[in-house]
């Protein structure tokens, strides 16, 4: 639908719109506010509403949900502008629309949505091998965006001097964990059985468990084990406060590798890899590859989770677009003490990765070190909408943060 001041563009076929009394005003009045590129806006599915997120500067992902309908503001629109075919075609018109005014959201459900088709798409997608060229695509709208607004990075990453010795040990496994008694034992034990050519130990950081998980914990008889008990309480950490704690710890070593409590390495030589990485490429983190399981470590689709949309020359700016770098994470102690974590149980990690990259380099591994097995007490498992959009918000306020930060450093540099 095209009026004099706006367009409206629907972005899903599989859906039937029906707008709400007075609702295309409401339209007109917001994309009518000057600086105003674009407008969407909550609505109704099935007589339920379904709340969506506010767009910031840092939402570049190229999986934003701004719901089956947009309004566009007509005079910013090419004289031969046709409707996006694709999402590769709607994430370039979208992008260049945030760089030519705000992208509002009106708090309010304005329309009713029926579904006349089925739309699914898989938490994995981004990374099945079978997608390449279609990432390859959104990598390259992405890039040039991040050209456009002043945040692409282009200089060469830091090395790190990995002479430091003033460690107890050269690595340290670092488990945060709550009420993980069925599991925490295969972690640990995993993490113990490492076989390494230099001395490291365990950290476990017991996050006020109830079920037992820290009696497991004080049964295994290991010099190579601290564990770091946290009392429940209502000053509780997340993830990343527990990761705080551990490598702030006088137990942490040089090198600080993420294990998850429901998770195990691939092989005992896992740990060995990670640091004879470190060492190749002087890098600050190094991020492995992992394989989906279920409970009993029979390989589920699918499989291999590789994150080969990570490259050398633009792995950096690309991790701005997408929701994950991979796994197990590891990081030079030093680097991660002077960034610390974020006091949250989601995207800790995504967030201390966009810090160190915009600085240092990042080595990968892209075979698998790692087990991670699906079951029906993770933490990511059946999340509701309202979930799914505090975690979107978050990880979108993690990108505008860096997305600041690293234009101010390339106008530092000029």
């Known amino acids: 639908?095209?009026?004099?001041?706006?367009?409206?563009?629907?972005?899903?076929?599989?859906?039937?719109?029906?707008?709400?009394?007075?609702?295309?005003?409401?339209?007109?009045?917001?994309?009518?506010?000057?600086?105003?590129?674009?407008?969407?806006?909550?609505?109704?599915?099935?007589?339920?509403?379904?709340?969506?997120?506010?767009?910031?500067?840092?939402?570049?992902?190229?999986?934003?949900?701004?719901?089956?309908?947009?309004?566009?503001k007509t005079a910013l629109l090419p004289d031969d502008f046709s409707m996006p075919r694709n999402n590769i075609e709607w994430y370039?018109?979208?992008?260049?629309?945030?760089?030519?005014?705000?992208?509002?959201?009106?708090?309010?459900?304005?329309?009713?949505?029926?579904?006349?088709?089925?739309?699914?798409?898989?938490?994995?997608?981004?990374?099945?091998?079978?997608?390449?060229?279609?990432?390859?695509?959104?990598?390259?709208i992405c890039t040039a965006h991040l050209r456009d607004t002043g945040a692409l990075l282009t200089a060469e990453p830091a090395v790190v001097d990995l002479s430091t010795d003033c460690f107890p040990v050269e690595a340290s496994v670092v488990i945060p964990v709550r009420n993980r008694v069925t599991t925490i034992k295969d972690a640990v034990n995993s993490a113990l059985g490492q076989a390494a050519g230099f001395d490291f130990n365990v950290i476990v950081v017991d996050n006020g468990s109830t079920d037992g998980t820290l009696e497991a914990l004080l049964s295994i008889d290991d010099k190579r084990l601290h564990v770091i008990s946290v009392p429940k309480g209502y000053n509780m950490p997340g993830i990343g406060g527990c990761?705080?704690?551990?490598?702030?710890?006088?137990?942490?070593?040089?090198?600080?590798?993420?294990?998850?409590?429901?998770?195990?390495?691939?092989?005992?030589?896992?740990?060995?890899?990670?640091v004879d990485k470190f060492y190749e490429e002087k890098c600050a983190m190094v991020v492995?590859?992992?394989?989906?399981?279920?409970?009993?470590?029979?390989?589920?689709?699918?499989?291999?989770?590789?994150?080969?949309?990570?490259?050398?020359?633009?792995?950096?700016?690309?991790?701005?677009?997408?929701?994950?770098?991979?796994?197990?994470?590891?990081?030079?102690?030093?680097?991660?003490?002077?960034?610390?974590?974020?006091?949250?149980?989601?995207?800790?990690?995504?967030?201390?990765?966009?810090?160190?990259?915009?600085?240092?380099?990042?080595?990968?591994?892209?075979?698998?070190?790692y087990f991670c097995r699906r079951w029906h007490d993770n933490t990511d498992a059946s999340l509701d909408s309202a979930a799914m959009n505090r975690n979107n918000f978050f990880k979108d306020t993690l990108r505008t943060r860096e997305l600041h930060a690293r234009i101010a450093l390339n106008s530092s540099r000029k």
């Open 92 to 140: 370039r018109l979208r992008l260049a629309l945030s760089r030519m005014g705000n992208i509002i959201r009106i708090p309010e459900p304005l329309y009713s949505v029926k579904q006349t088709g089925q739309v699914a798409e898989s938490q994995f997608d981004y990374v099945d091998p079978r997608n390449r060229s279609y990432q390859i695509e959104m990598e390259k």
């Open 288 to 369: 492995g590859s992992y394989t989906l399981t279920d409970f009993d470590l029979n390989i589920i689709p699918p499989g291999l989770i590789d994150h080969r949309e990570w490259t050398p020359d633009n792995g950096r700016n690309n991790l701005l677009r997408i929701n994950g770098i991979g796994a197990p994470r590891a990081f030079f102690t030093p680097v991660a003490r002077s960034i610390t974590f974020p006091d949250a149980s989601y995207g800790e990690d995504y967030a201390m990765a966009l810090a160190v990259s915009r600085t240092y380099r990042i080595g990968r591994i892209f075979d698998s070190l």
């Open 243 to 274: 990761w705080n704690r551990a490598i702030f710890s006088d137990f942490c070593g040089k090198f600080a590798v993420q294990l998850d409590s429901d998770d195990v390495y691939s092989s005992p030589s896992t740990l060995q890899r990670i």
């Open 1 to 72: 639908m095209n009026s004099h001041i706006y367009t409206l563009i629907h972005l899903s076929a599989a859906t039937e719109i029906t707008f709400e009394p007075l609702a295309l005003h409401r339209l007109e009045g917001i994309i009518s506010t000057p600086g105003v590129s674009m407008v969407y806006s909550d609505y109704f599915v099935d007589g339920e509403r379904m709340t969506l997120i506010d767009c910031q500067d840092g939402s570049v992902r190229d999986d934003f949900n701004f719901g089956p309908v947009v309004a566009v």
